[in-house]
C-alpha cells in the first residue's frame, strides 16, 4: 500500500510539472511568433521603395495599407497600426497580432487537458486502491496465517468484485483445513483408544501361549494327550491373537482419507474443461501429445470437484510414469454409466502387479526416485465407490489405461 502510495504522490508530482513546462514552452512560442507582423511590416515598406504594388491580401498580419491624403482619421484607427515615410510619401499600415489570443487559447486548452487528464488518472488510481489494493492486503496474510496453523478465525466477507469469489474460495479453503485437522485429530484419538485396548486384549491370550510353550518346553505334561491338549489350547489363542491384529489392520487402514461428497448433476463437457484447461500448459511445456476423443455429451450424476480430482490425478500419473509422448482421453459407454478412459504410452509396470495399483500406501516397482504416497489411486477408487462409480486398470500394448465408470443422471 505504501508503495501505491508513493506512485499515486509521483504522478501527481509530473502532471503538476508538465503542467508548468507547457505554460513555460507555449509562452517562449508566443514570444517568438508575436513579433512576426514586424517583419511583414519590413517586406512592405521595402516593396513600396521598390515601385512594386502591395495588398494587404498578400500578407498574414496586413490587414491594410493607406496612403496619407489629408484625411483626417489618418492619424486614427480602431486597429493597430505603424506610420511609414517611403519615398516621400506617408504610409499607414494597419496590423492585426493574433498570436497573443491563440497562445491565450492553446495554453487554457493545454492545461485543461492535462488537468482533465490527471483528474482521470487520479479517480482510476484512486479506485485501484480502494477496489484491489486495500482488499487484496487484507486477504494477503491468509496463507501465511494458514501456514502456521491458525485457521480458526473466519475471514470477513469483502464485497469487492474482484475478489468476492476468490475470498469465499479462501475461507471455504480455512474451513477444509480446519474440518480435516479436526477429523485427524480425532481419527488419532480413536486409533489410540482402539490400539491400548487391543493390546489390553491380547495380553490374556499371549500370557496363556507363554504359559502352555514353557510347560511344554520344561517337560510337565508326561503325556502325549496332554501335550497334544496344551498345543489346541496354543492354536486356539494364536487365533485370538490373529483377529486382534486383523482388527488392528482393518481399523488404521479403513481411515485413511474421509471426503465429503455432494453429488448432483453435471455436464461431462464442463468437468472435462475444467480439469483439461490446468493441464494444457504442462502438456506443451512436456512436449506430450494429448488426444481427446470427441464424445457426445451427457449429464453424469457425481460430485464435479470430487471427480475433476480424480481425473487430474490419473492425469498426474499418466505424466509421471509414462515416456511423455502420448496421453489419449477416450469415453464409452455401458448400461447406465459413462465410461472415461485415459491411457499413457510407456508403461512400464509389470502385469503381477496391476491388482496391487488401488492399495493404500502400495507403490509398483517403476516408480524408482519418482515421489509419490501410494495413496493417489487409493483416493481415487474410494471418491468414485462413494460417488456410487468405480475404477479400474489394464495394460494394452504397454498402455497404461485407467477407466473412471461415472453414474449418469
Not at 483445513?177 to 479436526?182: A, L, M, Q, R, Y
Not at 493417489?376 to 495394460?395: H, P, S, W
Amino acid at each position: 500500500m505504501l508503495k501505491f502510495d508513493k506512485l499515486f504522490a509521483l504522478i501527481a508530482a509530473l502532471a503538476v510539472i508538465s503542467g508548468i513546462a507547457a505554460a513555460y514552452i507555449i509562452s517562449n512560442d508566443k514570444q517568438s511568433s508575436s513579433k512576426k507582423y514586424l517583419l511583414e511590416v519590413s517586406r512592405v515598406e521595402q516593396e513600396i521603395r521598390a515601385g512594386h504594388e502591395v495588398s494587404a491580401d498578400d500578407h498574414d498580419y496586413i490587414t491594410d495599407i493607406t496612403v496619407y491624403s489629408g484625411q483626417k482619421d489618418f492619424f486614427t484607427s480602431a486597429s493597430s497600426y505603424v506610420i511609414r515615410d517611403i519615398n516621400g510619401q506617408l504610409y499607414r499600415i494597419d496590423y492585426s497580432d493574433d498570436a497573443t489570443s491563440d497562445h491565450s487559447r492553446i495554453l487554457i486548452c493545454t492545461e485543461l487537458i492535462i488537468a482533465v487528464s490527471f483528474a482521470v488518472v487520479m479517480l482510476i488510481l484512486l479506485y485501484i486502491r480502494k477496489n484491489i489494493i486495500k482488499p487484496f492486503n487484507h486477504i494477503s496474510e491468509l496463507p501465511y496465517e494458514l501456514s502456521k496453523g491458525n485457521i480458526t478465525a473466519p475471514l470477513t466477507e469483502n464485497k469487492s468484485r474482484y475478489f468476492g469469489k476468490f475470498t469465499w474460495g479462501l475461507d471455504m479453503l480455512r474451513e477444509q483445513i480446519e474440518n480435516s485437522k479436526v477429523r485427524e485429530i480425532e481419527h488419532i484419538r480413536n486409533e489410540k483408544t482402539l490400539l491400548l485396548s487391543l493390546s489390553h486384549d491380547i495380553k490374556t491370550p499371549l500370557s496363556a501361549v507363554k504359559l502352555y510353550s514353557e510347560a511344554i518346553e520344561k517337560g510337565l505334561y508326561p503325556d502325549i494327550e496332554r501335550c497334544r491338549s496344551a498345543a489346541k489350547n496354543i492354536s486356539e489363542k494364536v487365533d485370538v491373537i490373529e483377529s486382534y491384529v486383523k482388527d488392528i489392520i482393518s481399523n488404521t487402514s479403513s481411515s485413511v482419507i474421509d471426503y465429503e461428497i455432494t453429488a448432483c448433476d453435471v455436464y461431462q463437457s464442463d468437468v472435462m474443461e475444467k480439469v483439461l484447461k490446468s493441464y494444457k500448459d504442462r502438456f506443451e511445456a512436456n512436449g506430450t501429445q494429448l488426444k481427446d476423443q470427441v464424445s457426445t455429451d451427457c449429464l453424469l450424476h457425481v460430485d464435479p470437484d470430487r471427480l475433476a480430482e480424480v481425473l487430474q490425478n490419473i492425469l498426474d500419473n499418466a505424466i509421471k510414469y509414462g515416456d511423455g509422448k502420448l496421453i489419449t482421453i477416450t469415453y464409452s459407454d455401458e448400461e447406465s454409466c459413462r465410461l472415461i478412459t485415459v491411457s499413457n504410452s510407456g508403461c512400464t509396470l509389470p502385469e503381477s502387479e496391476l491388482s496391487h495399483i488401488f492399495n493404500s500406501f502400495w507403490r509398483g516397482s517403476n516408480t524408482g526416485s519418482k515421489p509419490g504416497s501410494g495413496l493417489g489411486l487409493y483416493i481415487c477408487r474410494k471418491l468414485m465407490n462413494d460417488m456410487l462409480g468405480e475404477v479400474f486398470a489394464e495394460i494394452k500394448n504397454d498402455y497404461m489405461c485407467i477407466t473412471v465408470v461415472c453414474p449418469k443422471s
